[in-house]
Structures are given as C-alpha cells and as structure tokens.
C-alpha cells in the first residue's frame, strides 16, 4: 500500500472525511452566485472521477490476467462448429461440408483438451 494510502490511527476515517469534503463544498458552493452551474460542474467532475478509478482498475486486472499467460482453449469455439456441422449435414445437400465442420470442431475439441491437460500440469509443477 502506498505511504499516502495507508490509514494513520489519529486521522478520521474514509466516511468521515468524505462528508467533511462534501460539506466543506456544499458551503463554498452556497457563497457563490452561480452555485447551480458550478454544483452541477462538480457532480461532473466526481463522476469523471469515479468512472476513471474504475477504468484503470479494469485495466489493472486485465493486465494481471494477461500476465498470468492463460493458454487458449478452443473448445469453446468447437462447440458452436459441432452444432453449425449437425445442421449442414441435416440439410443433406452439404453433408459433406458438415462433415467437414464437424472433423475441424472434433480436431479442436482435441485441442482444447490437450491444453487443459499440459496447462493443469505446468500449473502443479
């Protein structure tokens, strides 16, 4: 955790020193002629605020999944294959087409299942 992150024992706590900040605003704010304009202005700038926090903590965890090196897993796109192959060999005419499809989904599931396997025993050794 960072030094400026981390929680000293005398300050106030998070909740506490949000509402401060927020009163402190709402006073400020009420001084000035304009307050509609410049509280919708600040509304704007805290939801910015947030969806950027948000923004760079998705990135942060994609990033550590990345980093994790998962191995692709085709039979998740083999299964779909299976399913398009059974429906052009029911239409007779590409049957042989189908067949095709569904040899490529099998080739795959195969695939996948090697991966699964090394990838389990990489991870146990």
């Known amino acids: 955790m960072a030094e400026s992150n981390k929680p000293d ?23 000035m002629p304009n307050r509609q ?18 923004q760079s903590e998705q990135a942060a965890a994609m990033i550590e999944r990345a980093a994790r090196n998962d191995p692709f897993n085709p039979i998740a796109f083999a299964i ?3 399913v398009i192959g059974a429906v052009l060999c029911a239409t007779g005419i590409l049957a042989g087409v189908g ?7 099998l080739l795959m599931v195969v695939w996948g299942l090697i991966v699964a396997f090394f990838g389990r025993f990489r991870q146990q050794g």
């Open 9 to 31: 024992p005398e300050s106030p706590s998070n909740d506490e020193r949000v509402e401060e900040l927020a009163k402190e605003l709402a006073e400020r704010l009420r001084a």
């Open 37 to 54: 304009e410049l509280t919708d202005y600040a509304v704007s700038i805290l939801k910015e605020s947030s969806e950027n926090a948000g």
């Open 80 to 82: 779909p294959l299976l």
């Open 99 to 105: 067949l095709g499809v569904i040899g490529i989904a």
